[in-house]
């Protein structure tokens, strides 16, 4: 069921009972990137997915990625209704909610940061660079090979071939200025130094294979967190609950009780 929040202004898929989870999606991906799990999921949890702003029908926002993290605190405490929230952000999604704990140190009682991390190296910042200008000057067709590989490893994707189908049609429903915004955002961040300050528990994960955002960079978020343990997935790259759901539901069930799958 879909419901508006933050004043109308945040589309998000509401299902199940219990503690309010929200689950926030990539920005090479949308919040259907959740699907296989989010069955589970709302066995035990209020389970809330966003449509980011600028995406579906969430109103864009301007002023960056700060913005964008004030905006999703607005709906975070608007759909929570006053309930400690948890909050699980993917890759574009795991930036936005650790921009938002940063920002608002009480809108989360927990964290499940995946495949993201508090700034990118250099030749991340540029492939970000890169990806803004070419989608700019030819549109998102010209990006959406390389968008691809950054979400799946090329053998998975020879594997799954009605999966990436529907995967490069969500793509390209992606609102270009959107996209090219945020690239030139994530190009020029870094958190790093404000990563002290958020001192709820976290789940820092990513996926072995992950090209877009490298294990090294959620090695050095779990380092500089407070609270944080850090988990590899392997065999899995930036998309890990959308490659291998159970295995990602295995992999926070420690950390999120109610998120295991059944036993076989």
């Known amino acids: 069921m879909d419901r508006l929040f933050a004043n109308g202004t945040v589309n998000a898929a509401q299902s199940g009972e219990g503690s309010p989870l929200f689950l926030f999606h990539s920005l090479l991906s949308d919040r259907a990137s959740f699907d296989a799990i989010v069955p589970k999921l709302a066995t035990s949890f209020r389970t809330i997915?966003?449509?980011?702003?600028?995406?579906g029908r969430s109103r864009a926002v301007d002023g960056g990625l700060a913005a964008i993290a004030d905006r999703m605190a607005e709906a975070v405490q608007d759909a929570a209704g006053g309930e400690a929230a948890i909050v699980l952000g993917n890759g574009y999604g795991g930036f936005v909610a650790l921009q938002m704990a940063i920002r608002?140190?009480?809108?989360?009682?927990?964290?499940?940061?995946?495949?993201?991390?508090?700034?990118?190296?250099?030749?991340?910042r540029e492939a970000f660079r890169n990806m803004a200008k070419l989608s700019r000057e030819k549109g998102l067709g010209a990006i959406t090979d390389v968008?691809?590989?950054?979400?799946?490893?090329p053998d998975f994707q020879a594997r799954h071939p009605a999966l990436m189908q529907d995967r490069r049609a969500a793509?390209?429903?992606?609102?270009?200025?959107?996209?090219?915004?945020a690239c030139e955002a994530l190009a020029s961040l870094d958190l790093r130094s404000?990563?002290?300050?958020?001192?709820?528990?976290?789940?820092v994960l990513v996926g072995e294979h992950d090209e877009a955002t490298p294990p090294p960079m959620s090695h050095e978020l779990a380092a500089g967190l407070p609270r944080a343990e850090l988990k590899i997935i392997p065999g899995?790259?930036?998309?890990?609950?959308?490659?291998?759901?159970?295995?990602?539901?295995?992999?926070?069930?420690d950390f999120l009780p109610g998120a295991r799958p059944a036993a076989a």
């Open 49 to 55: 997915a966003p449509e980011l702003p600028g995406f």
């Open 147 to 153: 968008a691809m590989r950054r979400l799946f490893a």
């Open 236 to 253: 899995c790259a930036h998309v890990p609950q959308l490659q291998s759901p159970e295995l990602f539901l295995e992999t926070i069930g």
């Open 104 to 124: 608002h140190p009480a809108i989360a009682s927990k964290l499940i940061l995946a495949d993201c991390g508090a700034a990118f190296s250099e030749p991340g």
């Open 194 to 203: 404000e990563l002290r300050g958020v001192n709820v528990p976290a789940l």
């Open 171 to 181: 793509f390209l429903r992606t609102d270009a200025g959107v996209l090219q915004a």
